[in-house]
């Protein structure tokens, strides 16, 4: 038997006050997939994660995570339920050290998904084992972006939202976040991210879906995308 | 030397209690960010409850101390009750609304408190094994204020072991810092919140339970502590613990020491002291900046100039309230003289709130110095009314221009705390100095000329005075002045870029709107014929927020048609019950859970949504 | 002939030094890319720059005039405008009456307590809003806008202020790629146009070298190189502390 998507989202609407910003977002993820969302800013890719992990009141549309429908529950629920969720901003707690900002990420083990300690993540990311003690607001931006990443893994999930991952970091930590995420792919882990930057996103995702005010105007295998000009022109203007 | 050294001790014995309240509020803002004025109220029902406890139990220590920890677990139940029951629905509210609520259940605490323990005074057991006093240098001590003394820092300690030791104290401080950012970890912040509110409202339960044997439990308990909690927790810097400990030292030796150097001037002392740590330490002494609350307005849709009909508005209102005195009595007319003035006042304070996001919680002071200003004109100059009527925006509009000055030097709840320094400063100068301005006897014999003198007569002037201002206010918001102030709430970095001195600005719109209150102060005292201290106390700046609240701050009509319901409320409720207090508490509460963005601003909604259509 | 002349600027925080003696100058016409890894002192430097923080050391002059202590009100009418990494911009407002603000303020007449605001400078603003396009959009709130069309936004209320100089923080910080280049684009048209000088950080390398005239490369709060984009993309120590080497 073929397994069902971890996630199925359908027809997911959103609105920013009286803006209109989804208008119907169709997508899903499989086990084990990492999939990249994929669009110009203000296309709609953070609406999309934030709706799905509800953080926005005013939605609508199904969301079916894990065969159970999640798109009327509050977002400590979802997260409970094995959905991690790394926003864009970062939004490190900058008053707590590092081994704190983990334990406020940390549930327990989930079966099916692969299960984190601090110990495993330090041994991940190996920056952070050597500042276990600092403030989260005392770090880098790329450092930062490690530790909201490891903080959502003390989750346990089964799928992470990886909300631009690459985004205001420099070329070298951009590296290292493409490494990360190719590692917790083998762990077993579903990514979705939402990227703007291609060869990011081609580097580790294996599928693309391309957002477009506000619907999804392509889906289909990243090597499909970075081959055809044309797609990428019409969705992406590169 | 020893004396000084028992007075020492007696400040250490006051900063016990005021740690244990201001501990409290301090953890309830830094989570919830919600400014609880509602937190007085539940220390004096810890001061009752635990009154009673003791009255039946406190002649054993185990019944004495049971009855305090009773006393303390119930207030806790009580401020999670109030989570549950009211403030998770407002928290995603403008931040005022919230506050505006917990002023509602003051209001209702006040009445049912006097319901249940009668107005009198109640004076307490003492506690068992505690009465006697010990010699310290020859001088005798209570041995319960050392017992105080040392609870002071136990509690410090554990509340540390809690924040910094246990996962809920650091999920306490993760949510404290990003509420969404921890629900979307797995953290169920109502969860988190109520238990804050209980262990908040606990401490502060404690506190009043504590101060059963030490002094009397009154009705007037609650906004002579929260006040001064508000102090502490300002000058230790928000949600700082440690401030909040050596803030509750420094005031509580002010206090004991303050008395013997300065008697004329101890009330002033505590708000001049917080005044010049702030200007010293914009943040509190142990405060930083990242604490610092947000301004509370938040930032609305655009003003839109009402076309058609709507434009027309505010001139036929005018229109209309100049005939009311054709068919209406001398009740109906002093009534609506008092809205008229009391509907400046909002508008005036909104001028701030609502365009410079700057919320002021000392506005009473300009319209009481306007009040002064007339009536001191009157009685030392003898000027005739419509001197001693221009006296009254000078004098508030210079106390302001000085206030100011300082004020917006700093934001938010700063600025709030600063504000309401300054109108503690001016209630005691007014207070304190006979001599000139009669103290608490107040200014008697302000009364208009014959000319004026008739019901309608100074409807007429009240009318042309402040309706022409509120107007004047009105014109002021959609010109340039007040899109600059507003500018300089949505974005001052954005501001200064382009050449705005956002400082300078918002001084010179706190000058306005104190002149402006201070117009209508000046037209109160005439209308009244006496002025007293009462009128610049904190309450009264408590009631114009409450109106420019109940309004909406998001319209320009909104404050004048909260100060209408606010005035008709309460006169009309006071003179049918006893029980006003509970009445309006629960009016306001309701209000504040059905209509989140206050009255104007939901009728306005309704017929943006029409018009949508 | 250079507009700004930046000497031995210096900045510490606590007893970290942010910006060790930066120099450089800039002339009208040029677009300067300010580039290099996080933490290297690019924000710090551009708010020393535009009166934001104070140097330890150090002159700033633009046209001659020293800029060291003044307000960035002020620095603002001398003629330097500025754009926001996160863009900052009148949320209550609508996209017109944010332009309009810039002009009255210009003109000093922001203490106007009776004549309405909305109709001051409107045209001025929309032919403005039309240069970068968002004239379609002039009376919709800021509020409500895109991300990238906030940025327009940004540009053309710079603009308002008539600016010898534009500082731009990662203009294009948080915009697709297509947008990136129009944004840019439009950028160097108005450098020609009205003689501009443009100063810039980035972090997106085709844009860097799609569009500066020349490039600064800060590490550490030092200048480590500074030169025509071939130059500094061929240079090794900018290789080896930013870009990595080429694929």
Request: hydrophobic share 50%.
């Amino acid at each position: 038997m073929t397994a069902a998507p971890l996630l199925t989202v359908r027809n997911l609407q959103a609105w920013y006050g009286r803006a209109h910003i989804l208008m119907g977002v169709d997508l899903q993820v499989d086990r084990g997939e990492v999939v990249a969302l994929m669009g110009r800013n203000g296309a709609g890719k953070t609406t999309t994660m934030k709706a799905v992990m509800g953080l926005l009141d005013a939605r609508a549309g199904s969301v079916t995570f894990d065969g159970r429908d999640v798109s009327a529950l509050p977002p400590h629920r979802i997260a409970r339920h094995g959905l991690g969720y790394v926003p864009e901003d970062r939004r490190v707690f900058t008053d707590l050290t590092v081994e704190e900002n983990l334990e406020v990420g940390r549930q327990p083990p989930r079966p099916g998904a692969p299960a984190w300690t601090p110990e495993r993540l330090y041994a991940l990311f190996p920056n952070l084992a050597e500042m276990r003690g600092r403030r989260g607001g005392r770090m880098s931006g790329g450092e930062q972006q490690m530790l909201t990443l490891a903080r959502t893994l003390m989750g346990n999930p089964s799928l992470v939202l990886l909300d631009e991952p690459s985004e205001g970091l420099a070329p070298r930590i951009v590296q290292q976040m493409a490494e990360a995420v190719r590692t917790l792919k083998a762990e077993g882990l579903s990514i979705l991210l939402s990227e703007q930057n291609l060869s990011f996103a081609g580097a580790v995702a294996d599928r693309a879906c391309v957002i477009e005010k506000g619907r999804i105007r392509f889906d289909g295998p990243m090597r499909t995308l970075l081959d055809d000009e044309d797609a990428r022109r019409a969705y992406l203007a590169v | 030397m020893s004396f000084y050294l028992v007075q020492f001790l007696s400040g250490l014995a006051t900063a016990a209690t005021l740690f244990l309240v201001s501990s409290g509020l301090t953890i309830v803002f830094g989570v919830t960010r919600i400014v609880n004025f509602a937190h007085g109220s539940f220390y004096m029902l810890g001061a009752y409850i635990g009154w009673s406890l003791i009255e039946r139990w406190g002649t054993t220590p185990m019944g004495f101390w049971g009855g305090v920890a009773l006393a303390s677990l119930a207030v806790g139940l009580l401020g999670a009750l109030m989570e549950v029951g009211l403030l998770r629905r407002l928290y995603r509210s403008p931040e005022l609304f919230q506050l505006l609520a917990t002023f509602g259940v003051v209001l209702i605490v006040q009445d049912v408190a006097s319901a249940a323990w009668g107005a009198e005074d109640l004076l307490g057991r003492r506690a068992p094994g505690l009465k006697g006093s010990v010699d310290i240098l020859d001088q005798p001590f209570p041995l319960y204020d050392l017992v105080l003394i040392g609870l002071g820092p136990v509690v410090l300690g554990l509340l540390w072991l809690l924040f910094n030791r246990t996962r809920w104290g650091t999920l306490v401080r993760a949510a404290t810092q990003d509420r969404e950012m921890a629900s979307a970890l797995g953290v169920d912040p109502a969860r988190l919140f109520t238990g804050v509110l209980f262990l908040g409202s606990a401490l502060a339960g404690l506190g009043g339970a504590l101060q059963v044997p030490r002094e009397a439990v009154t009705l007037h308990m609650d906004m002579a502590i929260v006040v001064e909690a508000f102090v502490v927790v300002v000058v230790g810097g928000m949600g700082s613990l440690t401030g909040a400990f050596v803030a509750s030292l420094l005031i509580g030796q002010l206090q004991a020491f303050g008395i013997l150097i300065f008697p004329q001037i101890t009330l002033v002392l505590v708000f001049l002291f917080m005044a010049v740590v702030l200007v010293l330490r914009p943040y509190g002494l142990l405060g930083r900046a990242e604490d610092a609350p947000p301004t509370a307005a938040s930032t609305g849709p655009p003003l839109v100039l009402a076309s058609g009909l709507g434009r027309w508005a505010p001139a036929l209102l005018l229109a209309a309230l100049a005939l009311v005195p054709l068919v209406a009595g001398d009740y109906t007319l002093i009534v609506l003289t008092e809205v008229i003035i009391l509907a400046l006042v909002a508008a005036s304070l909104h001028l701030l709130i609502g365009l410079g996001g700057l919320v002021s919680f000392g506005h009473a002071a300009y319209f009481g110095l306007g009040a002064y200003g007339a009536a001191l004109a009157v009685k030392h100059l003898a000027a005739p009314m419509p001197l001693a009527l221009a006296a009254a925006p000078l004098l508030a509009g210079a106390g302001a221009l000085l206030a100011g000055w300082f004020c917006v030097r700093r934001s938010g709840l700063y600025f709030a705390m600063l504000t309401l320094a300054f109108a503690q400063i001016a209630w005691s100068v007014v207070f304190q100095w006979y001599g000139v301005t009669g103290g608490d006897n107040g200014i008697l014999g302000v009364w208009p000329p014959g000319w004026a003198s008739g019901k309608a007569a100074y409807y007429w002037l009240t009318l042309a005075l402040a309706g022409g201002t509120l107007l004047l206010l009105r014109r002021a918001a959609f010109a340039p002045f007040g899109y600059t102030l507003r500018a300089g709430r949505d974005s001052a970095l954005r501001a200064e870029a382009v050449g705005i001195d956002v400082r300078r600005h918002q001084w010179l719109a706190f000058a306005l709107a104190g002149a402006s209150a201070g117009l209508a102060g000046g037209l109160y005292a005439f209308s009244k014929g006496s002025v007293f201290p009462t009128l610049m106390a904190v309450p009264v700046s408590v009631d114009a927020l409450v109106m420019v609240l109940m309004g909406g701050i998001q319209t320009l009509s909104g404050p004048v048609v909260g100060a209408a319901v606010f005035h008709l409320l309460e006169t009309q409720a006071m003179s049918l019950t006893d029980w006003w207090r509970l009445g309006l508490g629960l009016v306001i509460v309701l209000l504040v859970l059905v209509f989140p963005k206050g009255i104007a601003g939901f009728a306005r909604d309704l017929w943006l949504r029409r018009v949508d259509r | 002939m250079s507009l700004l002349v930046v000497e031995n600027l210096q900045r510490a925080f606590g007893g970290v030094k942010a910006v060790r003696g930066v120099s450089f100058a800039l002339a009208a016409g040029e677009v300067l890319a300010l580039i290099g890894p996080n933490g290297a002192g690019k924000s710090t430097c551009f708010n020393l720059l535009n009166g934001q923080l104070r140097p330890d050391a150090g002159t700033v002059r633009l046209d001659g005039v020293d800029l060291v202590g003044l307000p960035p009100r002020r620095i603002w009418r001398l003629g330097v405008g500025r754009t926001f990494q996160i863009t900052a911009t009148f949320a209550s407002m609508t996209v017109a009456e944010n332009v309009q603000m810039v002009f009255l303020s210009r003109a000093h007449r922001l203490l106007g307590l009776w004549t309405p605001a909305a109709g001051a400078f409107r045209d001025e603003a929309l032919a403005l809003l039309d240069r970068v396009g968002m004239a379609a959009q002039a009376d919709r709130p800021c509020g409500v806008l895109a991300y990238g069309d906030l940025k327009r936004v940004e540009l053309a209320m710079a603009l308002a202020g008539d600016p010898k100089i534009l500082l731009m923080d990662e203009p294009t910080a948080g915009m697709a790629p297509g947008e990136r280049q129009d944004l840019m684009a439009l950028t160097s048209s108005l450098v020609r146009e009205r003689g501009l000088a443009v100063l810039f950080t980035e972090h997106d390398m085709d844009v860097v070298f799609g569009h500066a005239t020349r490039i600064i490369v800060l590490d550490r709060g030092q200048l480590i190189a500074e030169g025509p984009p071939d130059a500094v993309r061929a240079d090794p120590r900018v290789q080896a502390v930013y870009l990595g080497s080429p694929a």
